[in-house]
């Protein structure tokens, strides 16, 4: 029989059950009656246990027990773990050892027991602790195997059984078993699982629970002594040795195919990133871990590792995981990994290799001759958030983390996963996930900067052979959002536009966005190619075999050249994770990103006149109208055909079917507003702000939040103001906030703001909408004669002028092109009747007046002094003492006016001024 002594002695303690807790409740007395047969052979008896705790990485039990001759007592802590024990694990047992000594007259002898065993550093530390106190002693799985064959209860095998591995003790209810991995003497990869006993036959029951452990990972499983297998048992499925599909990440074969991770002749930028890449490859960093959304360089920065890898001399894998179904998988990995470098000269394996498990491919590795240590071997696992779909599996990749950290050879695992993980998180294995992560160097892969944008649309231009104007770049900056498969599918989308002919300033018209380019990448599909596609996202990553079977091969390799599919070994996936979730969700996951320019101020100076122009108006006539530019009158639409409120045909302003055939037309503008800035990038940043500055953002926080937001595009301290000016502007017409003062809050829900209003024409007043600063009477009044149907020009001056503008503040009525007078809602005062309600409405929209109403609900009799501060205090406004006054008493009547109950003010001295006067 081929020795074992290369190879970690596993303890396997299994039982059965139905269910998990009544297997793990089993364990824990099988575990309990195997320690205190351990003890027993050092003299110890009467066993007490306690903190029995058995979970997936094995099983920890702390025992008190006393000598059987001299009646001292002794404590354990016992650990079995699929991976070896950290050395704090010691640290802490000793502590409570020395703590327990204090307490009793006799020196507590202690054992720690860790199997397989402890880690280096920790068994560095169990020796020095051992040399310093004789009433200590640290037991591995070699110690445990001494002492079980010392009492008979571990023999030999009953003949030579070839070349074997992975030796294990197996803990049933049925006894103590012996068991090792056969080997395929060539390939050194397992066969078989054997299994003998002390007493001969072992039990079918043993057999069959080895043969359902990850143990046996689906190999056959025999008794040594009679070598047959259970023929009415078939072996459980398994991705074995020659089933092992190993699927290498590719890069792209120019600048702007998105569809593929950048090869490191294509990539860009990142310097701080590589640098960081080379230190750690250089100083024998054993694990990295690349953190990123979708999308966000992290395969293509694998691929750059693995070129300063070979740049070394050295030979890198980059893999990718989806292709990963068992632990056999990482075993196959390392074993690949091992052979090709020793071709390539980097190791020399040791005599007697073995790839059983995972555990003996690691300390094949361990018993390997590094040849130069200075050049590197490479191991990365791409795609790794699928692996977390199967937590046995990440419990593997967890094993192989610790593991790879105890090699002595330049090797560095690496792993890439999204942050952005949509849908799934049921059983989403977070502690192993964090574990992998705290053994790790992490990499936070952000978006592009500026520079490297900058770089990718220098490349552009080369490849479109023309100067690109700096307005398209600057739409290829914000639309991207820095996201590096973005911008390169963005570009790709002009780059075809510009060979077919379109021109760069039609570019620029569209609201380039990528929901529109994945439609297009739809609209050549059949129907069936569009069900097919459809079942491939809703399953990826699908076998091949599956989708073949409901689909024809030739239409599923027809998705493939067109590259909206990928192979994946034997999966079949969507070229990105964006474009399946578009696919399930019928909307992109990445917010709108342009950066809004222009005030609703400065919109309002276009719209009415596309409005009198029957919703579609002509840029020249627009151009005279307001005494300026074609382009100028382009820039101003922008915002428009942006948030979907016009549509884009050539040197015309439309406004969308959406609006003009609207009953309403404000209000369907509004509404259109808020759809679209509820997915865009300003508004979930306002959010964010506002949820860590207690629910209020100012223009000067938000102007610094927004280049955070927009990382891609580079401005100066005072355009990032303006242009959180403008996102303000605009959230604040569509309702989704409110400013109160000078402060910014979200809107409640079920919140319309009314007050603003962009299809209105422009008053001849210069008005804003702002507390009314006249009394309510003239106002009414001129409302009253509107609702009644009488044509009211706007006053030339007076007091009537003075109603006028009253009205205009309040949002009540609107001035036409002709001058005439106008309700902005029919439904204020028909037939002349005002509607308390509709008005309250309208007043609780402007600044500061929903405090004032509600003060007064609460106290009608406020008087007009206290009603005036609760104005300015909400409004944050600066009145002197004898406007608070009046605007009081005016607010007290138009509170009146809309249905409030207003008493009589409760009497209080006057108030005087500086100079003595009464008010």
């Known amino acids: ?523 050549e599909l059949t129907p069936v190619e569009h069900e097919a596609l459809r079942h491939i996202a809703r399953f990826a990553p699908i076998m091949a075999t599956e989708v073949t079977e409901r689909y024809s091969p030739t239409l599923v390799q027809s998705l493939v050249n067109r590259r909206l599919i990928v192979q994946v070994g034997e999966r079949l996936d969507t070229y990105w994770d964006t474009f399946r979730d578009f696919l399930n969700t019928g909307r992109v996951p990445v917010e709108d990103s342009y950066i809004l320019r222009q005030t609703t101020r400065q919109i309002a100076r276009l719209l009415p006149l596309v409005l009198a122009a029957e919703g579609n108006a002509y840029v020249p006539d627009l151009a005279s109208a307001l005494d300026t530019s074609d382009r100028a009158i382009f820039n101003l639409s922008r915002e428009l055909r942006l948030l979907g409120v016009t549509t884009h045909e050539p040197l015309r302003v439309k406004l969308s079917d959406e609006v003009w055939t609207a009953p309403d037309r404000e209000r369907a503008l509004r509404r259109r507003v808020a759809s679209s800035l509820r997915r865009h990038r300003a508004f979930s940043t306002f959010v964010a702000l506002a949820e860590r500055s207690a629910g209020s953002v100012s223009l000067s926080s938000y102007g610094r939040e927004l280049p955070n937001a927009f990382p891609a595009v580079e401005a100066s301290v005072n355009t990032w103001t303006n242009y959180a000016r403008s996102s303000l502007s605009w959230m604040t017409y569509a309702g989704l906030i409110v400013q109160r003062g000078n402060d910014f809050f979200l809107a409640p829900e079920g919140y319309e703001q009314q007050s603003i209003r962009l299809l209105d024409v422009r008053s001849p007043l210069r008005v804003r909408r702002a507390l009314p600063q006249e009394a309510c009477g003239p106002a009414i009044e001129l409302i009253q004669r509107i609702g009644r149907g009488e044509v009211v020009s706007l006053p030339e001056d007076g007091p009537k002028r003075d109603a006028a503008r009253t009205t205009i503040a309040i949002g009540a009525v609107s001035v036409t092109p002709e001058g005439t007078l106008v309700l902005t809602r029919s439904d204020l005062a028909p037939e002349g009747v005002i509607d308390p309600l509709v008005l309250r409405e309208m007043l609780t929209a402007l600044p500061g007046a929903a405090a004032g109403l509600l003060a007064l609900e609460g106290d009608p009799s406020l008087g007009p002094q206290a009603v005036g501060e609760i104005l300015r205090e909400a409004a944050g406004a600066s009145w002197t003492e004898s406007s608070t006054y009046s605007m009081g008493g005016r607010w007290r009547s138009w509170a009146r006016a809309a249905g409030l109950t207003v008493t009589s003010p409760r009497r209080t001295s006057p108030a005087t001024d500086d100079s003595g006067r009464i008010f």
């Not at 404590?75 to 050395?87: D, T």
């Not at 091992?338 to 005599?351: M, R």
């Not at 990365?380 to 958030?385: S, Y």
């Open 1 to 523: 029989m081929t020795s074992l002594s290369m190879y970690e002695l596993t303890i396997l303690v299994l039982a059965p059950g139905e269910a998990p807790q009544a297997q793990n409740h089993a364990k824990g007395h099988l575990f309990e009656r195997f320690v205190a047969q351990l003890l027993h052979r050092y003299g110890y008896e009467k066993p007490r246990f306690s903190n029995l705790n058995v979970t997936s990485d094995g099983v920890e039990l702390d025992v008190v027990v006393q000598h059987q001759l001299t009646f001292a007592t002794a404590i354990a802590e016992c650990k079995a773990y699929s991976r070896n024990v950290k050395a704090n694990e010691l640290t802490s047992f000793y502590g409570k050892l020395a703590a327990d000594r204090l307490e009793r007259e006799q020196a507590t002898f202690g054992f720690m027991i860790a199997l397989p065993r402890l880690t280096p550093d920790g068994e560095e530390k169990a020796r020095t602790i051992a040399a310093r106190d004789t009433n200590f002693r640290y037991l591995n799985s070699d110690d445990v195997v001494s002492a079980m064959r010392e009492t008979g209860l571990l023999v030999d095998a009953p003949h030579d059984l070839g070349t074997t591995s992975d030796p294990a003790v197996i803990v049933t209810e049925d006894g103590v078993f012996s068991a090792a991995v056969i080997l395929d003497p060539a390939s050194r990869t397992p066969k078989s699982i054997t299994v003998w006993s002390a007493n001969g036959i072992v039990p079918i029951p043993t057999l069959d629970l080895v043969r359902a452990s990850p143990y046996a990972v689906g190999l056959q499983v025999s008794d040594a002594h009679t070598l047959v297998h259970e023929p009415t048992r078939e072996p459980i499925a398994t991705d074995t040795a020659d089933e092992s599909l190993f699927a290498t990440v590719l890069g792209s074969g120019s600048d702007f195919e998105y569809q593929l991770p950048a090869s490191p002749r294509y990539f860009v930028g990142r310097k701080e990133l590589l640098a960081r890449l080379e230190r750690s490859l250089d100083s024998g960093e054993r694990v990295v871990v690349f953190n990123a959304k979708s999308g966000w360089g992290k395969s293509s920065l694998a691929l750059k590792l693995a070129q300063f890898t070979k740049d070394r001399g050295g030979h890198a894998l980059v893999l990718d995981t989806r292709t990963a179904n068992t632990s056999r998988y990482i075993v196959e990995v390392l074993r690949r990994a091992a052979l090709e470098a020793a071709d390539l000269g980097l190791l020399t394996l040791p005599n007697d290799p073995s790839w059983g498990s995972l555990v003996s491919a690691l300390n094949t590795l361990k018993h390997s001759a590094w040849i130069d240590p200075r050049r590197p071997l490479l191991l990365f696992f791409d795609q790794f958030e699928n692996v977390f779909r199967d937590p046995e599996l990440t419990r593997s990749f967890r094993d192989l983390t610790a593991g790879v950290r105890e090699l002595d050879g330049k090797i560095l695992v690496g792993y890439a996963w999204k942050t952005d993980l949509v849908g799934w998180t049921e059983g989403h294995p977070y502690q192993l996930r964090d574990e992998i992560r705290q053994m790790a160097a992490v990499f936070a892969v952000d978006p592009f900067g500026p520079t490297e944008v900058s770089t990718l649309l220098g490349r552009l231009e080369k490849h479109a052979g023309t100067r690109i104007v700096p307005d398209l770049k600057l739409r290829l900056r914000e639309y991207s959002q820095g996201f590096p498969w973005l911008l390169k599918k963005l570009s790709d989308h002009v780059l075809k536009e510009l060979a077919g002919g379109i021109s760069q300033e039609q570019l620029i018209a569209e609201a380039l966005n990528v929901q529109s380019l994945f439609e297009a990448d739809l609209s």
